[in-house]
């Protein structure tokens, strides 16, 4: 069965400096989107992007982030300046066209841990 | 705008027993309801789904849903509960495709032997 993949699993990184998690949506799948998983709490959603722009973002998607789909496959989350409070488990999600079911598809997730 | 509310964000049962995970919904429109299972260091994965068709649903490893529109519930519900049960499951709420999912807090199963 078809998978999202998300590389890398886990990232240490230092605060302020930038980071790039990557995920590999499912063939075929036209909406994208990213979450994030704060320990101990709910699952966020931060952006969802479909035919090659951003369609809808919350609060937490300030100007530190960033999306694209640079190569036609990979989508990526970019932090540029990382502070403490971004440490967290990021979802990559991808979900069929309009014509087919409305599932949003997880990836396994990139913990990030941001010292 | 939407919303689920999950009660209990810890609940125990035994081997055997049935399984009850309520989720309560708030949506302006007919929404389309999920529940994901995240088993201890994995991403989340779809169990179950209802878009407006049967409001019984039934997914994968046993579980099922039921949509009541009057109580705005949308109910997990396992007969017998199996040890490998044990995760933590999620209540999402959608207004459409493409949109944003709107995730409970969750509620962390633990079976007893």
Known sequence: ?115 | AQSVTQLGSHVSVSEGALVLLRCNYSSSVPPYLFWYVQYPNQGLQLLLKYTSAATLVKGINGFEAEFKKSETSFHLTKPSAHMSDAAEYFCAVSAKTGNQFYFGTGTSLTVIP
């Open chain 1, 1 to 115: 069965e078809p998978e999202v993949t998300q590389t890398p699993s886990h990232q240490v990184t230092q605060m302020g400096q930038e980071v790039i998690l990557r995920c590999v949506p499912i063939s075929n799948h036209l909406y994208f989107y990213w979450y994030r998983q704060i320990l101990g709490q709910k699952v966020e959603f931060l952006v969802s992007f479909y035919n090659n722009e951003i369609s809808e973002k919350s609060e937490i998607f300030d100007d530190q982030f960033s999306v694209e789909r640079p190569d036609g496959s990979n989508f990526t989350l970019k932090i540029r300046s990382t502070k403490l409070e971004d440490s967290a488990m990021y979802f990559c999600a991808t979900a069929p066209g309009s014509t087919s079911t409305d599932t949003q598809y997880f990836g396994p997730g990139t913990r990030l841990t941001v010292l």
